[in-house]
């Protein structure tokens, strides 16, 4: 299985981290590089792609069915459930201020109904932990991964999705909102439901194979997982996730008015090319009626990039030759981050924070490269006038990277699988600097 923003992306091949060269010709540096102070600085990660042992959550039986489309299973991931405190040392040791986190649904509402205390005072406790040690908890509510139960009754297109999430966020804003600095409902909804039209046939009926062996293996109708390809209602999946998002906002905002909600976009820095180029149309239908929701609902906007696409009057332009590639072979491009910011910006009006960006490359070069590029056209967009307010990278470590399981590697950190010791890459070194800093 492939991973639903390479998909967007493209491909082509892979080239050594050496023939990288100037990205964007506009990265003035008007204030020299120095970001506004209380700029948040900080790591993303997601419970399934490092807590481990996530057995009630819909995509553990889909990993595990016999010929699964799945890579790797998720297993131990990083075991993060418990190392947890080690996590975070890793971001305060960086000289980071924010940690990005998620809270795992099918933890906390393991059985439709029954809310567990103890799983909530788990994430109270990693709250707790950031700020003992200075970090800001960026917490996302819901990060593609929903329980088991709620995938085994129609997951996103059950009627009852909206209310069932609302009711989880409130319970768990009850908890623990007090201690959150930021909190975001649903990660990259704006890919649901439109990803197919792109896909390859096969990969589309291979999950659909998946679900339907699934629904079959635990005896429901239908099992319809957060992290999929194929959905068979994508209208109704899309609206419930809009509704969702809107009570589960609203929920949270009614626990506590003060703080700041919102959601996390995956957007391409879409590029017009030529004449009537298909760039609008491209963006109107990957991120329309998310940006317009966002713009009406929240107090801030997560922008998650990773790749530019360039599009002329007939579609994608091929990367331009010898332009770096990442490890799934879709062009790195320094400026993207910066244009997506903007075209967030420019479509909301609401302050952005980068909830993730980051590189797949086993090339730790790449990444030590990419990161002040990228933050130099950062910095220069924001001297733009574009406020922006942290920046958090994708990822802490390297993680269960979905249908590619263990083999895409986004860490600023590797584990072992064994051990689960993490070790520093050279790039954690280079946000380190920047962060201390607090310039590029
Ligand atoms: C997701 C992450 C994912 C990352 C890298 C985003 O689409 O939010 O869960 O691991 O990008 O692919």
């Known amino acids: 299985m492939i991973d639903r923003r390479t998909l967007i992306a493209g491909a082509g091949s ?35 792609q490092i807590e481990g042992n996530n057995i009630n959550a819909d995509l553990w039986v889909i990993e595990n069915l016999p010929g699964t489309m799945f890579a790797d299973r998720s297993g131990d991931a990083a075991n993060s459930f418990e190392l947890w405190p080690t996590d975070l040392d890793l971001v305060k040791g960086m000289g980071l201020n924010s940690y990005r986190f998620s809270l795992e649904w099918a933890r906390i509402e393991p059985d439709k109904g029954h809310f567990s205390n103890a799983m909530l005072d788990h994430y109270k406790a990693m709250i707790d932990g950031c700020r003992m040690r200075g970090l800001h908890p960026a917490v996302t509510f819901n990060h593609f991964t929903t329980p088991r139960w709620f995938a085994a009754q129609g997951g996103w ?39 197919g039209e792109i896909l390859p046939r096969q990969l589309m009926e291979g999950d659909r194979k998946m679900q339907l062996q699934a629904a079959k293996l635990l005896g429901v109708a239908s099992y319809s997982p957060g992290v999929n390809l194929w959905v068979e209602n994508a209208a109704v999946y899309r609206a419930n996730q809009m509704e969702g998002h809107r009570r589960g906002a609203a929920a949270i905002k009614a626990v506590r008015s003060d703080l700041p909600v919102g959601v996390t976009l995956a957007i391409l820095d879409d590029q017009a090319v030529g004449q009537n180029s298909m760039r609008d ?17 929240c107090d801030f906007l997560g922008v998650q990039n990773y790749e530019r696409k360039r599009w002329d009057a007939n579609g ?21 981050l910066a ?92 946000l380190a600097r920047i962060a201390r800093a607090n310039r590029v």
Not at 14 to 38: C, E, I
Not at 371 to 394: C, F
Not at 412 to 430: E, I, N, Y
Request: proline content about 7%; overall charge positive; aromatic content about 10%.
């Open 316 to 336: 994608a332009l091929p990367p331009p030759e010898g332009s770096p590639r990442n490890g799934g072979g879709a062009e790195v491009w320094a400026g993207s």
């Open 157 to 195: 297109q059950n009627p009852e999705a909206p209310d069932l999430f609302a009711r989880f966020c409130d319970r768990a804003a009850r908890h623990l909102a007090g201690g959150i600095g930021h909190a975001m409902t649903l990660n990259e909804p704006n890919l649901s439901g439109v990803i």
């Open 14 to 48: 892979a080239v050594a981290a050496s023939v990288l060269g100037a990205p964007l010709a506009s990265a003035a540096r008007r204030s020299g590089g120095a970001f506004p102070k209380g700029f948040l600085w900080g790591t993303s990660t997601a419970a399934h």
């Open 339 to 430: 244009g997506a910011v903007r075209y967030g910006w420019e479509a909301t009006r609401l302050p952005i924070i980068v909830t993730e960006h980051g590189v797949n490359s086993d090339d730790d070069a790449l990444r030590a490269w990419l990161i002040p590029a990228a933050l130099k056209e950062l910095k220069a967009v924001m001297d733009d006038g574009v406020p922006v307010q942290g920046y958090l990278h994708w990822s802490l470590l390297d993680n269960f990277e979905w249908g590619f399981g263990y083999h895409h590697r986004f860490g600023l950190h590797s584990f072992d699988p064994k051990t689960f010791k993490r070790t520093a890459k050279p790039s954690a070194a280079v």
């Open 281 to 297: 149309r491209i963006r109107e239908r990957y991120y329309g009626e998310w940006l317009r929701l966002a713009a009406r609902t």
